[in-house]
C-alpha cells in the first residue's frame, strides 16, 4: 500500500495586476474564502504605473498551490502570476528592532548587527534600532541571537520580497 506524501512547502507568489481599486481585495477575498492563509503580503507600483506587484507568501501542497494559482488567474484584474519558488530566486526581508541594550553591552550588540550585514540606526540605549535586509532564515537568526545579548523590544518586519534570477516567461492570465 503507498501513501501520498502530502509537503506543506513556503511559496512565493509574485502577481502582477492592474492597478485598480478593489483588485487588492479580490486577491486577500480569494484567499480568505478558500481558507488559505497569507503569511506576509506586500504591494507596490512596477515601473508600469498601470499595474502593481504583490509578493505574497503562504503554505501548502503542491496540487493546493496549483490550485491557488489557477484561481487567482482567474481574477479579471490579474496580469501574470508566479510561484517564484519553482526556480532560482532571490528574496529578501527587511526586519527594524528595536532593542534595550545595557551600557556594558553596546559594543557587543552593534559589533555582531555590523558583522551580521545590518545597520545600527539608532545608538541609544533605551530604544537602540537596528535594520537588516536577508532572507527568511538569516532574518529569524539574526532576531533570536540579538535576542540574547539585549531586550526585544519591538519587531517589525517587512515580510518576503523576491525576484527570479532568470529573466523567464510568466504565467499570464487568459484574456
Do not use: C
Request: aromatic letters at 4%; glycine letters at 8%.
Amino acid at each position: 500500500m503507498q501513501y501520498a506524501v502530502w509537503r506543506i512547502m513556503r511559496h512565493i507568489i509574485a502577481i502582477h495586476l492592474q492597478n485598480e481599486a478593489g483588485a487588492l481585495t479580490r486577491v486577500a477575498g480569494l484567499f480568505s474564502t478558500r481558507g488559505y492563509n497569507i503569511e506576509s503580503l506586500s504591494v507596490a507600483a512596477t515601473n508600469d504605473p498601470t499595474v502593481s506587484r504583490i509578493t505574497l507568501v503562504t503554505r501548502g501542497s503542491d496540487s493546493v498551490i496549483q490550485q491557488i494559482l489557477s484561481q487567482l488567474n482567474k481574477l479579471i484584474d490579474i496580469v501574470t502570476v508566479e510561484d517564484l519558488t519553482q526556480g532560482g530566486h532571490i528574496e529578501r526581508e527587511l526586519v527594524l528592532l528595536r532593542l534595550k541594550v545595557r551600557p556594558e553591552q553596546a559594543d557587543a550588540v552593534r559589533g555582531y548587527v555590523v558583522r551580521a550585514g545590518g545597520r545600527v540606526l539608532d545608538p541609544a540605549t533605551e530604544g537602540f534600532v537596528v535594520e537588516l535586509t536577508a532572507n527568511e532564515a538569516e532574518v529569524d537568526r539574526f532576531i533570536h541571537d540579538l535576542g540574547k545579548g539585549a531586550e526585544l523590544r519591538e519587531v517589525v518586519r517587512s515580510g518576503a520580497l523576491g525576484i527570479s534570477r532568470a529573466n523567464r516567461a510568466r504565467v499570464a492570465a487568459p484574456s
